[in-house]
C-alpha cells in the first residue's frame, strides 16, 4: 500500500511538470510547415536540457482512421527526427501514439493536424525525485506497518461510497478490519470502520448483506473456525445495534478464496488475505 502510494504521488509530481510543444503540419504534409519549422528551432535552442517523454500525432477528419493514423505516425517519426537531429535528449522509456479518428476534433481543421510532444526539464526530474524521497519519508511516519491508523480513517471516509456505487451481486472488501491474532477480537483501531458500516446500514434501511471472512496463512482449506467466528463477531455488533437480523447473514470461507497464493511470501500478502468482505444480497 505504502508503494503504491509513493508511485502514485510520484506520477501525479511527474505529470504536473511536464510541458507541452505542439508542431503543425500542411494538408496531408507528414513534414512540420515552415511557420512551425521555425518556433521548433526557437524552442530546441531555448530548450537543450529538455527530455522528451512522449509524442503524439493527429490528423484532420478528412480520409479513413487506419489512412490517418498512419499519416499521424509518420508526423511523429518526422518531428522526433528532428528532435534526435539536434540532440534534444529522448527518454528511454519514450511513448508514441498516432491517432486516426479516436480522439476530440477542433472545429478548425487546420489545429488538428499537428504533433504535440511533452518534455520535462533535467532540473525539474530532480525536484520529483527530491519530492519523491520526502514524500516516501513522510510515508513512513505516517504508514507504518505497526501504525496503521491513517489507513483506517481512509477505509472509513470512503466507505460508504462504495456501498453507494454498489449493486445487488457486488462484492465489497473491507480493509483494514484487524483482529488480535489468532484471535475473533476486533483490534480498537478498527471499530471506527464498524460504525462506519452500521451507520451505512441505516442509512440504507432496505440494504441487506452477507458477511464473509477470510483469513491467511492456513494451508487447510477445511480449518473455517476463525474466520466463521470473526465473520459472526460482525454479526453481532451490527445486530446489537438495532441491525434486523434478516438483513443479514454470515460465511467463514477459511483461506479457501484468497487473493494471494498460500503460503504467503510476506506480511503484505497475509493481510491481505485476513480480510471482510461484504456481499450485497439486496439493495
Known amino acids: 500500500m ?5 508511485l502514485l504521488l510520484f506520477i501525479t509530481t511527474n505529470c504536473f511538470s511536464q510541458k507541452q510543444f505542439e508542431v503543425f503540419f500542411d494538408f496531408n504534409q507528414d513534414v ?26 493527429y490528423c484532420d477528419s478528412v480520409d479513413d482512421s487506419q489512412y490517418n493514423k498512419d499519416l499521424a505516425m509518420r508526423r511523429i517519426n518526422s518531428v522526433l527526427a528532428l528532435l534526435k ?28 493536424r499537428k504533433v504535440a510532444f511533452f518534455y520535462t526539464l533535467k532540473e525539474e526530474i530532480k ?19 505497526f501504525d496503521s491508523q491513517a489507513l483506517i480513517e481512509q477505509e ?45 446500514m441505516h442509512d440504507n434501511p432496505k440494504l441487506k448483506i452477507a458477511i464473509h471472512g477470510h483469513i491467511c496463512c492456513n494451508p487447510n482449506g477445511m480449518d473455517t473456525k ?8 460482525i454479526f453481532k455488533y451490527l445486530t446489537k445495534n ?15 478464496d484468497p487473493i494471494y497464493k498460500v503460503p504467503e511470501r510476506n506480511e503484505s500478502e497475509r493481510k491481505a488475505n485476513r480480510r471482510v468482505e461484504i456481499l450485497i444480497v439486496e439493495k
Open 127 to 145: 525536484e520529483d525525485e527530491k519530492e519523491a524521497k520526502i514524500v516516501e519519508k513522510k510515508l513512513e511516519k505516517e504508514i507504518s506497518p
Open 156 to 200: 472509513v471516509s470512503e466507505l460508504a461510497t462504495k456501498f453507494k456505487k454498489a449493486k445487488k451481486g457486488d462484492l465489497i472488501r473491507i480493509n483494514n478490519i484487524n483482529f488480535l491474532f489468532n484471535s475473533e477480537k476486533i483490534e480498537e483501531q478498527s471499530m471506527l470502520i464498524l460504525e462506519e458500516l452500521l451507520q451505512v
Open 242 to 256: 438495532e441491525i434486523e437480523m434478516n438483513r443479514l447473514s454470515y460465511k467463514g470461507f477459511g483461506s479457501n
Open 85 to 112: 537531429k539536434d540532440t534534444i535528449k529522448v527518454s528511454d522509456k519514450l511513448e508514441l501514439k498516432p491517432f486516426g479518428k479516436d480522439f476530440i476534433f477542433s472545429k478548425k481543421q487546420e489545429e488538428n
Open 226 to 233: 476463525l474466520s466463521y467466528g470473526r465473520a459472526l463477531v
Open 2 to 6: 505504502k508503494k503504491a502510494l509513493i
Open 32 to 57: 512540420p510547415n515552415e511557420q512551425s519549422i521555425l518556433k521548433l528551432n526557437q524552442w530546441i535552442s531555448q530548450n537543450r536540457n529538455s527530455e522528451v517523454l512522449k509524442l503524439a500525432g
